[in-house]
Structures are given as C-alpha cells and as structure tokens.
C-alpha cells in the first residue's frame, strides 16, 4: 500500500446518482478502465447497486453505481429500483449527482432532492458537454441548479469521450477521508462471476430488443459448471434462463426458427469469454413467469436481493 504525494493514504465510498440514461455506468467504466456496468439505450439499464473499486497509490474509492431515479408508479420492481438508488447517497463520503448538459427534468429534481438530504461531500458532474456548441449555454443552466442546491464542487465531463474523467477522480479523491484500503487492492467488485454473466446476456437482449420490450425481462443462471477439454482446454457451461412476463414476449426474443436467440447467445458468449478469458458454452432458454416485476417473491427469486454478491 502505498499514498499520494501529502503521505496520506485515503478511502471510502462515492455514490453516483442521477436518473436514467444520463452515463452513470458509462462514467464508472471509464473511471475503472473496465467494463463493470452494463450499458444500454434503454432506460434502467442498471437494477443492482455495483461496488465499483479503483484502487490507486493514493488510495481507494469505491464507487456505486445506482439504478436511475425515475418518476414510475406501479410495479414492485419500480419501487426497488428507485429504494435501492435512494439507499445509495447514505453512509457514503461522496455524491456524484449527475445530470446531462442542458437537460433538467422531474426525475432530475427528484434525484437532487434526494441527494440534498446526505451529509456527504456533493459533486455536480455535468455529462455530454461535448455535444454542446456554444459551452457559454452552461452557465444559466448550471446557474439555476445551485440557486436551489448546494454542492461542494463543479466538473464538466464527457463520460462516453472520457474527457475531463481524471481531474473529476482526482477531486472524489480529494474529499475521501484518511483510511487504509477496505477491499483487497486487486479487487474491482464486491460481486460475483456468476452475477457480471447474467448481466452481459441481458445487455445483449437490451441492445436487440429495446424497442419491442418493455422492461420485464431478466435472467438468471440455472447451471455453471467448469470443465476440463483434452482438446480445448478449461471450459466454462453456462445454462442462463431468460425471464419474461408473456408469450408473445417469448416469442420476439426465440425469433423466426429460433434466429433471434442464436444471435443472442453468440454475442452473450463472445462478452462473457472476453470477462472471464474462458472458453464459454452457453446454452439460453426462455421462460415465462406472469407479472414477475409486480411481485416481490418472484423479484427476490430472479436476483433481486444481495444473493450475488460473493
């Protein structure tokens, strides 16, 4: 273990918080230099609270990467994703309150007003700014926002670009407290294997099918099991079922002769093999369980809880 410049080794928690699609898992990526969160066009994306943990010379922070806020009513899956990205801005040193250049919304107002309420250090991270052509149109902008909340520090980013990225690590950094690393420094998550899997064949199912289904599908791993090849060495069988609330969602996602699902778990594979460095036999099914995202025994049973995490 070693520390900065000062002598002073420091460590603790940065929470990144702000509504749907506006970079929060683009932004950790870059900050880690791997790809831990799943990204996607569509709105939440990211279901779970991630421990992301960038271990450096000076320190340790590990960062949370949140469900977005949103304004939905409903279902019980709505209501864990917005208690899960609320519980994040507490017992933590630092808030990353991220918003989109030129953007406010009511989902904004409801995530800043969240964020008010935690005694850590706050940072109002502006993302996007490289699509902007006149960067004099931020001020008003950023100006209306701290005439209503208050925060300790200002960045201006392009989480996609990774423009700007360090200097805002160097301040989150900055405002840790003095404190030996929490996680092993070769650490990068508190989850497991098994979880960062299910994850990568659900972005692939976002990425093909974000326009034709809703958010109620899931997945989760029904087998794993390693095995030896005299011919192709370790290989890791995967079998992963895919959660949907109807048919004739089970039918968009299996495609025409199954083409759909092939194409699927080809892509699925190749991500998986490039996380784990493993050769990968994958086999996909998809299921149907009614109204799933509306019942809280079957979200608790599809991985909705803290069961992955090692």
């Known amino acids: 273990m070693s520390s900065d410049i000062t002598g002073i080794y420091k460590s603790g928690y940065a929470a990144v918080i702000g509504r749907p699609n506006v970079g929060k898992s683009t932004l950790i990526n870059q900050i880690l230099q791997q790809k831990l969160s799943i990204v996607s066009p569509k709105p939440q994306t990211t279901r779970h609270q991630i421990l992301a943990i960038h271990s450096t010379a000076r320190g340790q922070v590990i960062f949370i990467d949140t469900p977005g806020i949103h304004n939905q009513k409903g279902t019980a899956l709505n209501k864990y994703l917005n ?26 107002l409801r995530a800043a007003n969240i964020i008010s ?15 902007l052509k006149h960067k004099e149109q931020m001020i008003p902008f950023v100006e209306k926002i701290m005439q209503e909340f208050s925060f300790d520090a200002i960045h201006y980013i392009s989480a996609l670009k990774n423009k700007h990225v360090g200097p805002l690590v160097d301040v989150i950094h900055d405002f ?12 990068v998550s508190d989850r497991s294997t098994r979880f960062f899997i299910t994850e990568l064949i659900r972005e692939q ?16 791993i029904e087998a794993y099991e390693i095995k030896a090849d005299n011919i192709k060495g370790e290989m890791h069988h995967i079998h992963a079922n895919i ?10 996602i299996i495609g025409t002769k ?9 892509k699925a594979r190749q991500e998986i093999e ?3 460095d493993a050769k990968v036999n994958l086999k996909l099914w998809v299921k149907v369980k009614s109204s799933w995202t509306d019942d809280i025994r079957a979200i608790e049973s599809l991985g909705y809880t803290d069961e992955f995490k090692d």
């Open 205 to 220: 199912l976002m990425d093909r099918f974000h326009q034709e289904l809703p958010y109620s599908v899931t997945v989760n």
């Open 243 to 252: 959660w949907v609330e109807r048919n004739n969602q089970k039918r968009i």
């Open 117 to 131: 309420q935690s005694n850590a250090k706050k940072i109002l991270v502006v993302n996007k700014v490289d699509k």
């Open 83 to 108: 208690q899960t990205a609320q519980s994040s801005s507490h017992d933590v040193d630092v808030v990353l309150f991220l918003v989109e250049a030129l953007k406010w919304t009511d989902e904004d």
């Open 274 to 276: 490039a996380f784990i």
């Open 258 to 266: 199954g083409d759909a699902i092939k194409q699927i778990g080809i």
């Open 176 to 187: 840790m407290p003095q404190g030996e690393a929490i996680f092993d420094e070769e650490q």
